[in-house]
């Protein structure tokens, strides 16, 4: 089993910045690629950002520039920077841990960006 903890979300003005977190703990050894997926009200979730452990990394269109993700092997966390925010990156946003056995999953943590 593997458990995902986030933290880092919050409330931040338009052009702000977040960095949120995911610390995994458990069976580690079996994570290859993790990331963070979002879901806003109304909307389809969307891949926002994902990481191999071999460092090569995948954004969504959307918020390529803007964001930035990158992984601590040695502390298993698996981090999101998130600058020049725009009130549609509100969501609630999920890390996703890939292994063969099938995904974890973080409980989410919420990101609101107002205008």
């Known amino acids: 089993q593997v458990q995902l903890v986030e933290s880092g979300g919050g409330l931040v003005q338009a052009g702000g910045s977040l960095r949120l977190s995911c610390a995994a703990s458990?069976?580690?050894?079996?994570?290859?690629?993790m990331g963070w997926y979002r879901q806003a009200p109304g909307k389809q979730r969307e891949l926002v950002a994902g990481?191999?452990?071999?460092?090569?990394?995948n954004y969504a269109d959307s918020v390529k520039g803007r964001f930035t993700i990158s992984r601590d092997n040695t502390k298993n966390t698996v981090y999101l920077q998130m600058n020049s925010l725009k009130p549609e990156d509100t969501a609630v946003y999920r890390c996703?841990?890939?292994?063969?056995?099938?995904?974890?999953w973080g409980q989410g943590t919420q990101v609101t960006v107002s205008s």
């Open positions: 990481i191999t452990s071999g460092g090569r990394t």
């Open positions: 458990g069976s580690i050894f079996s994570i290859d690629a």
């Open positions: 996703y841990a890939e292994r063969l056995v099938g995904n974890a």
